[in-house]
DNA sequence: GTGTCTCTAGACAGA
């Protein structure tokens, strides 16, 4: 939960202090207050004491803990009271402004957003509201006059960067146009108002707290300039961040003066409502401002409905409780879990926020679904949890379709992610964007620090700009980050945390450019900048989603719960004449003339599937070719087929043997990560060439292929709201953990699934996770039901010796070789005669074995080398071991072998990391060193296993083998 | 025991 670690603890501006003792302190007559031992020492040293007092001792605060401390602190002593100082709790988790003011009405709400992100869904209000929120940023930031105005709505409507949206909800242009048309009076009313003639009109009520004028005083406030629109600030003082819709210089106009301001101006496009909800935003907006300028102590809301701006002052007790509000989300946040007291310490899911009894506010909530189901599958069994009596029998209600089988599954689920996501929280996050200077986290690969802006920012496309930053001194430090990495951009200055994210574009030895969401432009140029690699825990928002989607009380999802919670039989159809149209027999037959038995064998039963099949896919037994055989036959029938995998490079080598074919296909995702060649198919580059600018062209492309290829976690995409695809095929599918390989199955009828799960199983990072069986596939759940499962046997990678192993080890012998060139095939090594005299010696004739062709598997015991693993910071590696791979390697080379068949793998990256530098040596470095997982299923002539592992408990190894590739090779 | 990895826009739109 907590970071175990002291490192970070400080003292200072942006202090962090370890909670050591909490201790409830009631005296006679005094309210009770709590008393903390805390300390900013690493060392734990150097205990100081923090009193909260006045309504903070309820803040939930516990020993671990860290906090960030407010106000003064005398003689060792924080008074955190009425009148001063704030208590923030896990400041490093930052919280947005709509989360906390969300929370208001309901925390338990606020809460779930948290997790399950993509539940809201949209509606035509917040798209109209989006958009007039732009229309209303760039009036006013280029002054535009009504005309101009009108133009750039007309733009922005009729282009490119809300059709999706549109598409989404089924909405026409000229819909939103005309709704839009019904907001431009009063916000030219505004413009007049605000901008152009504030001196005689709308007296505005605005008083600043820091004012100990008492009586009203009236003042006119007049907007004299536009600093920003939608800035981003993070605060990790407050533990806040948020988007600022506009950033306003001010003029107040009153009696005793003019005062000027610099104001967030919070932009809202529904009804007038002047809410607390809407206040507290403003209001955490003011504190936000802190990290950049003075206390504006004051902001302004203002209904584009009407045109009329209500002044936001926020006062020591607004920021007060909306602190001590965010503290205690924050508390669920970090407490999603406990560990039982008694028994043997597993983790728990912990209650969320109580439900409330509001049928006005559960009306509209987005979460409801959410909500029902946690309390029904988790909390339900909770002796201290009780739900307000009116909301039984509805939440009975609206789980009433799940099974006690379901809820399990929903918890258990909910549970491994959480832990998950919890292990994850240490490393990844933003938080070391502003804990770690840029120098050091540069070190560590993750960063590039002391930057400044070169050249002109450009426009690329809406809200697209492209930056190019070079290093103060010095080179770009190599290797930190990568085209299409995502980044973001702050200020190496204290405040600039967050102002911008986007990804790379393209490193040079001196430059970096960067498209990005904001243009920076208007920044000092002298700003430095630090480029940190975003590590965010957005993946873990799609599981999530998915595991609440199969909840549903929708035909799909009951389907899918029937076949992979309660495992119902896969059901097959009785003759191929049913399915396969006459008129692509022909073409059928000739796809199946290319495939060997079990290939066949694949097809019809895919072909005689209702629900699903499995497809074993044994190394080197043509998965690919299958898959692509798969895809031409069920689109030659007709069928619309849903093609993805895990990772976009599996895909993409689908698509490559495809293009060859006359398959049509769509390909989703963003461009930068897809193969160069299969770019020409994605929606972007679609768009851009055919310049796309309506619903209904964009809806063309969506329906004019019948294959859609996409990375499995990019369901999220609108298409896949109004689609349904008759198949659908996973690749790699035992590498995926099930709440993610669930996502794509959702939007189609069938579904096939493609792996091994005697390969690689899905990563887990969290012990306790992987204990509860979170590794377990859907592949592997599912293959139970051997009735779907068709094995492909026949391989052509390995010669027979080397799958003699294989077969012995894990496949049963069920690996056959697909022809007697497979089986005989042997390292070609010109060269050996000539090397093998120089081995003359008899000390070297293990040499001669290893380099032997027809002895193709061979392992080296390094145990009497001696060659001792090492243990550092880093991680395993073994040095010796790493010379030994070396020699070994140039000695094939010399042998006659390209160094481009020639790989080297190893489960420890230390140790590739130390071979990789041995290699550099090399006149030509083509040897590729890579990890066992980003190897899988690749071929070369000779692969030299590192097993590193060599201490005095067990026996070190290491393999070499020798094999040659005829088919299905990359090479 | 000392590890492996991919994907991802997301804070805010309104009721």
Same mark, same amino acid.
């Given at each position: 939960?907590?970071?175990?670690?002291?490192?970070?603890?400080?003292?200072?501006?942006?202090?962090?202090?370890?909670?050591?003792?909490?201790?409830?302190?009631?005296?006679?007559?005094?309210?009770?207050?709590?008393?903390?031992?805390?300390?900013?020492?690493?060392?734990?040293?150097?205990?100081?004491?923090?009193?909260?007092?006045?309504?903070?001792?309820?803040?939930?605060?516990?020993?671990?803990?860290?906090?960030?401390?407010?106000?003064?602190?005398?003689?060792?002593?924080?008074?955190?009271?009425?009148?001063?100082?704030?208590?923030?709790?896990?400041?490093?988790?930052?919280?947005?402004?709509?989360?906390?003011?969300?929370?208001?009405?309901?925390?338990?709400?606020?809460?779930?957003?948290?997790?399950?992100?993509?539940?809201?869904?949209?509606?035509?209000?917040?798209?109209?509201?989006?958009?007039?929120?732009?229309?209303?940023?760039?009036?006013?930031?280029?002054?535009?006059?009504?005309?101009?105005?009108?133009?750039?709505?007309?733009?922005?409507?009729?282009?490119?960067?809300?059709?999706?949206?549109?598409?989404?909800?089924?909405?026409?242009?000229?819909?939103?146009?005309?709704?839009?048309?019904?907001?431009?009076?009063?916000?030219?009313?505004?413009?007049?108002?605000?901008?152009?003639?504030?001196?005689?009109?709308?007296?505005?009520?605005?008083?600043?707290?820091?004012?100990?004028?008492?009586?009203?005083?009236?003042?006119?406030?007049?907007?004299?300039?536009?600093?920003?629109?939608?800035?981003?600030?993070?605060?990790?003082?407050?533990?806040?961040?948020?988007?600022?819709?506009?950033?306003?210089?001010?003029?107040?106009?009153?009696?005793?003066?003019?005062?000027?301001?610099?104001?967030?101006?919070?932009?809202?496009?529904?009804?007038?409502?002047?809410?607390?909800?809407?206040?507290?935003?403003?209001?955490?907006?003011?504190?936000?401002?802190?990290?950049?300028?003075?206390?504006?102590?004051?902001?302004?809301?203002?209904?584009?409905?009407?045109?009329?701006?209500?002044?936001?002052?926020?006062?020591?007790?607004?920021?007060?409780?909306?602190?001590?509000?965010?503290?205690?989300?924050?508390?669920?946040?970090?407490?999603?879990?406990?560990?039982?007291?008694?028994?043997?310490?597993?983790?728990?899911?912990?209650?969320?926020?109580?439900?409330?009894?509001?049928?006005?506010?559960?009306?509209?909530?987005?979460?409801?679904?959410?909500?029902?189901?946690?309390?029904?599958?988790?909390?339900?069994?909770?002796?201290?949890?009780?739900?307000?009596?009116?909301?039984?029998?509805?939440?009975?209600?609206?789980?009433?379709?799940?099974?006690?089988?379901?809820?399990?599954?929903?918890?258990?689920?909910?549970?491994?992610?959480?832990?998950?996501?919890?292990?994850?929280?240490?490393?990844?996050?933003?938080?070391?964007?502003?804990?770690?200077?840029?120098?050091?986290?540069?070190?560590?690969?993750?960063?590039?620090?002391?930057?400044?802006?070169?050249?002109?920012?450009?426009?690329?496309?809406?809200?697209?700009?492209?930056?190019?930053?070079?290093?103060?001194?010095?080179?770009?430090?190599?290797?930190?980050?990568?085209?299409?990495?995502?980044?973001?951009?702050?200020?190496?200055?204290?405040?600039?945390?967050?102002?911008?994210?986007?990804?790379?574009?393209?490193?040079?030895?001196?430059?970096?450019?960067?498209?990005?969401?904001?243009?920076?432009?208007?920044?000092?140029?002298?700003?430095?900048?630090?480029?940190?690699?975003?590590?965010?825990?957005?993946?873990?928002? @799609?599981? =999530?989603?998915? %595991?609440?989607?199969?909840? $549903?009380?929708? /035909?799909?999802?009951? #389907?899918?719960?029937?076949?992979? &919670?309660?495992?119902?039989?896969?059901?097959?159809?009785?003759?191929?004449?049913?399915?396969?149209?006459?008129?692509?027999?022909?073409?059928?037959?000739?796809?199946?003339?290319?495939?060997?038995?079990?290939?066949?064998?694949?097809?019809?039963?895919?072909?005689?599937?209702?629900?699903?099949?499995?497809?074993?896919?044994?190394?080197?037994?043509?998965?690919?070719?299958?898959?692509?055989?798969?895809?031409?036959?069920?689109?030659?029938?007709?069928?619309?087929?849903?093609?993805?995998?895990?990772?976009?490079?599996?895909?993409?080598?689908?698509?490559?043997?495809?293009?060859?074919?006359? @398959?049509? =296909?769509?390909? %989703?995702?963003?461009?930068? $990560?897809?193969? /160069?060649?299969?770019? #020409?198919?994605?929606?972007?580059? &679609?768009?851009?060439?055919?310049?796309?600018?309506?619903?209904?062209?964009?809806?063309?492309?969506?329906?004019?292929?019948?294959?859609?290829?996409?990375?499995?976690?990019?369901?999220?995409?609108?298409?896949?709201?109004?689609?349904?695809?008759?198949?659908?095929?996973?690749?790699?599918?035992?590498?995926?953990?099930?709440?993610?390989?669930?996502?794509?199955?959702?939007?189609?009828?069938?579904?096939?699934?493609?792996?091994?799960?005697?390969?690689?199983?899905?990563?887990?990072?969290?012990?306790?996770?992987?204990?509860?069986?979170?590794?377990?596939?859907?592949?592997?759940?599912?293959?139970?039901?051997?009735?779907?499962?068709?094995?492909?046997?026949?391989?052509?990678?390995?010669?027979? #010796?080397?799958?003699?192993?294989?077969?012995?080890?894990?496949?049963?012998?069920?690996?056959?070789?697909?022809?007697?060139?497979?089986?005989?095939?042997?390292?070609?090594?010109?060269?050996?005669?000539?090397?093998?005299?120089?081995?003359?010696?008899?000390?070297?004739?293990?040499?001669?074995?290893?380099?032997?062709?027809?002895?193709?598997?061979?392992?080296?015991?390094?145990?009497?080398?001696?060659?001792?693993?090492?243990?550092?910071?880093?991680?395993?590696?073994?040095?010796?071991?790493?010379?030994?791979?070396?020699?070994?390697?140039?000695?094939?080379?010399?042998?006659?072998?390209?160094?481009?068949?020639?790989?080297?793998?190893?489960?420890?990256?230390?140790?590739?990391?130390?071979?990789?530098?041995?290699?550099?040596?090399?006149?030509?470095?083509?040897?590729?060193?890579?990890?066992?997982?980003?190897?899988?299923?690749?071929?070369?002539?000779?692969?030299?296993?590192?097993?590193?592992?060599?201490?005095?408990?067990?026996?070190?190894?290491?393999?070499?083998?020798?094999?040659?590739?005829?088919?299905?090779?990359?090479?």
């Amino acid at each position: 939960m907590a970071d175990p670690s002291n490192a970070a603890l400080r003292s200072g501006l942006n202090n962090r202090y370890r909670v050591l003792e909490v201790r409830v302190v009631r005296g006679e007559g005094r309210d009770p207050e709590k008393h903390l031992a805390v300390s900013s020492d690493p060392s734990l040293g150097d205990t100081e004491l923090c009193v909260l007092q006045n309504g903070w001792e309820s803040v939930p605060v516990v020993p671990g803990d860290i906090v960030h401390l407010e106000g003064d602190c005398s003689s060792g002593t924080w008074v955190i009271n009425e009148q001063s100082g704030y208590l923030i709790l896990y400041p490093d988790l930052l919280l947005s402004g709509t989360t906390i003011s969300s929370s208001i009405r309901c925390m338990r709400k606020a809460v779930l957003s948290e997790r399950f992100r993509g539940s809201e869904c949209g509606s035509r209000q917040t798209l109209v509201g989006t958009i007039l929120h732009e229309i209303f940023q760039q009036s006013v930031t280029n002054n535009l006059s009504p005309e101009k105005v009108e133009e750039l709505a007309k733009k922005i409507v009729y282009g490119q960067k809300y059709l999706k949206e549109m598409y989404h909800l089924k909405l026409k242009q000229t819909e939103i146009m005309q709704e839009i048309e019904e907001y431009l009076p009063s916000f030219f009313k505004w413009t007049e108002d605000f901008v152009r003639n504030p001196a005689n009109q709308n007296k505005m009520q605005l008083k600043l707290p820091s004012e100990n004028k008492t009586g009203d005083c009236s003042s006119t406030v007049e907007i004299v300039d536009i600093l920003d629109i939608e800035e981003n600030i993070w605060s990790p003082r407050f533990g806040l961040k948020g988007k600022i819709d506009v950033t306003a210089r001010v003029k107040i106009h009153r009696q005793g003066g003019i005062q000027s301001r610099i104001m967030p101006l919070e932009l809202k496009s529904g009804k007038e409502s002047n809410s607390v909800e809407h206040r507290s935003q403003v209001i955490l907006y003011t504190l936000l401002n802190l990290e950049r300028r003075v206390d504006p102590e004051a902001g302004f809301l203002l209904y584009l409905k009407t045109g009329t701006m209500y002044p936001v002052t926020g006062t020591r007790m607004d920021r007060r409780e909306l602190i001590k509000l965010r503290n205690q989300v924050a508390f669920y946040l970090m407490h999603s879990t406990y560990k039982s007291a008694v028994g043997r310490q597993q983790s728990q899911l912990a209650a969320l926020p109580p439900l409330i009894d509001d049928s006005q506010a559960c009306k509209y909530c987005s979460q409801i679904h959410n909500c029902f189901l946690y309390s029904r599958a988790v909390e339900e069994r909770m002796a201290s949890v009780s739900f307000p009596p009116a909301l039984i029998p509805i939440i009975e209600k609206e789980t009433q379709h799940l099974k006690p089988s379901h809820l399990e599954y929903f918890s258990l689920w909910y549970l491994m992610l959480t832990l998950e996501m919890q292990s994850g929280d240490s490393k990844k996050g933003y938080k070391n964007i502003w804990m770690i200077p840029s120098l050091e986290r540069e070190k560590a690969g993750d960063c590039v620090g002391n930057m400044i802006r070169v050249d002109q920012v450009q426009e690329v496309s809406e809200g697209q700009y492209l930056h190019s930053f070079q290093p103060k001194n010095g080179a770009v430090p190599g290797a930190n980050l990568l085209v299409g990495d995502r980044v973001v951009v702050s200020g190496e200055e204290n405040g600039l945390l967050g102002l911008a994210t986007g990804y790379v574009r393209e490193i040079s030895a001196t430059k970096i450019s960067c498209l990005l969401g904001r243009n920076l432009s208007k920044l000092p140029e002298s700003t430095t900048f630090r480029l940190d690699h975003e590590e965010g825990d957005c993946s873990i928002g @799609v599981p =999530f989603e998915n %595991l609440s989607k199969l909840m $549903k009380d929708s /035909p799909v999802s009951e #389907k899918l719960r029937n076949l992979i &919670i309660d495992f119902h039989k896969p059901r097959f159809i009785q003759h191929l004449s049913s399915v396969l149209p006459p008129e692509a027999k022909e073409a059928v037959a000739s796809i199946l003339k290319g495939l060997n038995k079990p290939q066949k064998q694949a097809m019809k039963q895919v072909l005689l599937s209702r629900d699903y099949t499995l497809i074993v896919g044994m190394p080197g037994t043509g998965k690919t070719t299958t898959i692509c055989a798969l895809v031409r036959i069920l689109s030659a029938c007709g069928f619309s087929v849903l093609l993805t995998s895990f990772t976009h490079t599996a895909v993409d080598n689908i698509l490559l043997k495809l293009a060859k074919f006359k @398959v049509g =296909f769509l390909r %989703l995702g963003r461009a930068q $990560k897809v193969h /160069p060649d299969i770019r #020409k198919f994605t929606e972007e580059e &679609i768009c851009r060439s055919k310049s796309i600018k309506s619903v209904t062209d964009l809806e063309e492309l969506y329906n004019s292929q019948p294959v859609v290829a996409t990375a499995c976690m990019g369901i999220n995409h609108p298409i896949f709201v109004q689609k349904q695809f008759d198949f659908c095929i996973v690749d790699e599918a035992s590498q995926i953990s099930q709440p993610i390989c669930l996502g794509p199955l959702f939007c189609s009828k069938r579904f096939v699934l493609v792996g091994d799960h005697q390969q690689l199983p899905p990563l887990v990072q969290n012990s306790e996770a992987r204990d509860l069986g979170m590794s377990e596939s859907l592949f592997k759940r599912l293959e139970q039901n051997q009735n779907a499962v068709v094995q492909l046997t026949v391989q052509y990678r390995m010669n027979s #010796k080397i799958m003699s192993l294989s077969n012995k080890l894990v496949y049963e012998g069920k690996l056959e070789c697909g022809s007697e060139k497979v089986s005989n095939a042997t390292a070609n090594l010109p060269n050996l005669k000539m090397l093998k005299l120089e081995f003359a010696d008899a000390s070297k004739t293990w040499l001669k074995e290893v380099l032997e062709p027809d002895k193709p598997v061979c392992f080296l015991n390094t145990e009497k080398v001696p060659a001792p693993e090492h243990t550092e910071k880093g991680g395993v590696c073994n040095v010796t071991e790493a010379k030994l791979v070396f020699f070994l390697t140039t000695l094939f080379i010399k042998a006659g072998c390209r160094p481009s068949d020639i790989g080297i793998i190893s489960p420890y990256r230390h140790q590739l990391k130390v071979i990789t530098d041995l290699m550099a040596r090399l006149k030509e470095n083509r040897v590729e060193v890579n990890t066992i997982d980003k190897y899988q299923g690749r071929d070369k002539s000779i692969i030299i296993v590192s097993f590193v592992r060599n201490s005095n408990d067990e026996n070190g190894l290491m393999k070499v083998s020798t094999n040659v590739t005829f088919y299905d090779g990359e090479d």
